[in-house]
Every structure is written in structure tokens, then in C-alpha cells.
């Protein structure tokens, strides 16, 4: 009876099908060759090869027979494959090996992480600490999470598994959050309630308050799914206030008969005020916000609105104020007005706003200057968008990820509040 000296120093019986298994692994791996038979041919040859000795053999030998037998049947591409699993299960059963890769991060030598990220700025402290979990997350995942195999394909580059220092968490990678239901019916904070909001200024402070807790629970971009038609309900709020304000002042501050179309236009010049104001709150916001990930929000705005709306006036305005701000841009700290990385905008090109005779072409000559000079937004045609997904326009998440049409039980096509896991590139 053949006897096997394991790692451990432990004595096991001889198990040629283990070898086998090793074998057709390594071949059918990413980089390996099957070679018919060849498997139970080596296995055959190492189990007379331990005969022959007449003592107990290692893993370690029987491992370097396997190497060499399958370089002497012509499969060297099976072999390296062999060669790899080896040293990547060898990785797994190491306890400590993230020692070099977080000093690396401290000192500033670990170039490849350091860098890895634009949206990262690896001098903050806070990202420092972002950057040392990542580490940790990366090396638990490939020891004890990931199939052996996976990670061998990964470090061979037949595929790239994506945001590896954030998969051992039940975290979801990019999604379109559902803001309007949250605004709407009020939603919970860090245990706190937030009621709907009573104006517009107020909906975009909330808004600010949703992304990063969002971007602080997910590893992936965000988009917003409309922000002209979600917001536009908290502008006429807004302008309602304004209004009804104008006419008490003109009674009780300047003693004259109401004149109602005099207030409408001051309400709508204060609205405007407003609308400049609350978009201002939310492009400062996000540039200024640091979230657990240790960068300020990926977030994605998406202008869509439906011009026979009865907000459409509205949504209109949300519109130009955000592509006016994004055309003049933000103060950098040598007060230079330069491009802010987010929030991301992309511009919906619709019959409504795609003739020089349509009503809102205005929105789209005013889009076509601030790529011009700010490199955004990007544009998406809503009839060929229409003709791939089932006759609806929405938002990617975040950055270029589109969910795949789904409808609930009562057959209603739903994206908001939807995600996804995680991505692997071939």
C-alpha cells in the first residue's frame, strides 16, 4: 500500500484520482489543453513510479512529477496551468499576507493601488483607510471566497474580476436609486425621518443627503433617472410659496390691490433664484462630499422630462441651470474655474428637443456649448434607446451599465431601485 507525506506531515493513502482531477483541472482551465487520456496516464505512471520507491512519497513529488510528466507529453501549456493553481492554492493556505501591499500604501511605494482610481485621492487620510480595508477585502477574497480557478484566470488576464477589495461584503456594485419615492413619501437617514420636502432648495439638500448614503453603501455608480422630472414638483412648490408670499406683501407691505400677473412674475424670478441656488447646493455637494469609499460620490444626473407635463416649464428650468453651472464650471483651490468630475451628465436627444423648430431645441443648443467647453454632457438617443429596450429611456447606472427591461406583477416595467452585483471582464 502506497502512503502519501501530506503538507502537514500527515500520512494518507495513495489516491490516484486525486491526480486526475488535478490533471483535467489544469487542462480545462483557462490556460491549460486537454489532452484525452493523458490525465490517467501520468496517474498510472506516478502511482508505479511510488511502487518502485518502496517508502512514502510527498505531495511535493508527486506535485513535480505531475509538472514534469506533462512536459514530457508535449502539454507545457498544461503544465504552467498546473504550475499556477499550485501557487495560488499555496497563496490560500498562507494566514498573513497583506503586510508588504499595506505598508506599501502607507509609505506610498504601492504604486499599482495608489493609482488605480483617479476619483481616489490616496494623500487623504480617509481614503488611506479605504485603500487598507481594499487590501485586506482583496486578499481574503482571493484566499478563502474566490474558486481556486477564478483567481488563477484573473492573474493570467483571460478575465478581470472587478472590485475584488469590495466583494467579500454583501455590497451591490452600481444602481439607479429611487429618489422620487423617497422624496415623495419621505424616507430614513441615519434613523432619522425626512419628510417630503416643502420647496425646492430643501429637495436638493436632500437629494446631496440621499447620494452619499448611497455612495456610501455601494462600491459602483449611481445615476440619477430624470432629475428634471423628479425635482420639478419641489420648483413649483417653490414658486406656489413664492407667489402666495408676493400678494400678502403687496396687501401688507406696499398697501395695493393684489396684482396677480405683477406676482407671478416676481414668484417666477424668485423661483428662478431658487432653482440657480438649489442646483449650485447639489454640483457642490457631491464635489465636496467624502463617503465611506473614500471618494466623493460617482453620480450620474439624467435629463429626461416629458414635455406635455404639466411641470415640463419646470423640469425646463432644472435643466438649464445645471448645463449653465456645468458650462462655468468650479473654483479649484487656485481659484481657477475649472471641470468638476461629477456630477455626470447625460442629455436625452428627443423629438421635443432635437429640430431647430422644437420648443426646447434651446436645452440642446445649450448641452452642445457645455460639451464644447466642459466635455459633458453625453447624449442619448431616446428613438434608438426606445427601439433596444422595449420602448423605454433611462438612465445607465452611474457610468455604463444599462439594467435589462423587467416588469413587476403587475406588468409594469420598473428600473429605479434596481442594481447590479458586480462585473467580470473577459
Not at 395 to 415: D, H, I, T
Request: glycine share 6%; hydrophobic share 40%; aromatic share 10%.
Amino acid at each position: 500500500m502506497i502512503h502519501v507525506i501530506k503538507r502537514d506531515g500527515t500520512i494518507a493513502d495513495f489516491d490516484k484520482e486525486k491526480i486526475i482531477i488535478a490533471i483535467e483541472k489544469a487542462m480545462h482551465s483557462s490556460t491549460g489543453v486537454y489532452t484525452p487520456g493523458l490525465a490517467l496516464q501520468i496517474a498510472n505512471e506516478i502511482e508505479s513510479y511510488a511502487e518502485k520507491m518502496g517508502r512514502n512519497i510527498t505531495i511535493y513529488a508527486i506535485e513535480d512529477q505531475v509538472y514534469y510528466k506533462l512536459l514530457e507529453n508535449n502539454n507545457p501549456a498544461t503544465a504552467r496551468a498546473y504550475e499556477n493553481y499550485k501557487a495560488v492554492q499555496a497563496f490560500k493556505r498562507v494566514e498573513n499576507t497583506t503586510d508588504k501591499d499595506v505598508f506599501g500604501l502607507l509609505n506610498k511605494s504601492n504604486v499599482a493601488v495608489l493609482d488605480e482610481n483617479s476619483n481616489k485621492d490616496a494623500s487623504i487620510v480617509s481614503t488611506q483607510r479605504d485603500l487598507i480595508a481594499g487590501e485586506v477585502s482583496k486578499d481574503i477574497a482571493r484566499r478563502k471566497l474566490i474558486p481556486t480557478d477564478i483567481v488563477q484566470a484573473h492573474d493570467s488576464g483571460a478575465i478581470h474580476f472587478h472590485d475584488m477589495d469590495y466583494i467579500i461584503q454583501p455590497m451591490f456594485n452600481c444602481c439607479l436609486v429611487n429618489l422620487e419615492d423617497m422624496l415623495t413619501n419621505g424616507t430614513v437617514i441615519n434613523g432619522k425621518r425626512i419628510d417630503t420636502p416643502k420647496s425646492f432648495q430643501v429637495a436638493c439638500t436632500v437629494t446631496t443627503q440621499i447620494i452619499a448614503q448611497v455612495a456610501s453603501g455601494q462600491y459602483g455608480g449611481q445615476s440619477i433617472n430624470g432629475i428634471d422630472r423628479i425635482l420639478a414638483p419641489y420648483v413649483r412648490k417653490s414658486y406656489d410659496k413664492y407667489l402666495e408670499l408676493t400678494l400678502q406683501e403687496q396687501v401688507e407691505v406696499y398697501g395695493m390691490a393684489p396684482d396677480v400677473a405683477k406676482a407671478e412674475e416676481i414668484a417666477w424670478q424668485r423661483t428662478k433664484k431658487e432653482v440657480k441656488d438649489g442646483i449650485q447646493t447639489i454640483q457642490y455637494q457631491i464635489n465636496t462630499l467624502m463617503t465611506t469609499n473614500g471618494q466623493a460620490p460617482f453620480v450620474t444626473l439624467f435629463m429626461h422630462f416629458d414635455p406635455n407635463s404639466e411641470l415640463a416649464k419646470e423640469a425646463a428650468l432644472i435643466d438649464e441651470e445645471i448645463l449653465k453651472q456645468r458650462i462655468q464650471g468650479i473654483k479649484n483651490e487656485a481659484d481657477v474655474y475649472i471641470t468638476p468630475a461629477f456630477p455626470k451628465l447625460i442629455y436625452v436627444l428627443d423629438e421635443h428637443n432635437v429640430h431647430p423648430n422644437s420648443e426646447y431645441y434651446y436645452l440642446t443648443e445649450l448641452a452642445a456649448q457645455c460639451t464644447a467647453k466642459r466635455m459633458y454632457p453625453d447624449y442619448i438617443s431616446a428613438k434608438k434607446m426606445k427601439e433596444i429596450y422595449e420602448g423605454n429611456v433611462f438612465a445607465p447606472m452611474g457610468c455604463r451599465s444599462f439594467l435589462s427591461p423587467w416588469k413587476n406583477e403587475q406588468g409594469e416595467y420598473v428600473f429605479n431601485g434596481r442594481f447590479n452585483i458586480g462585473v467580470v471582464s473577459l
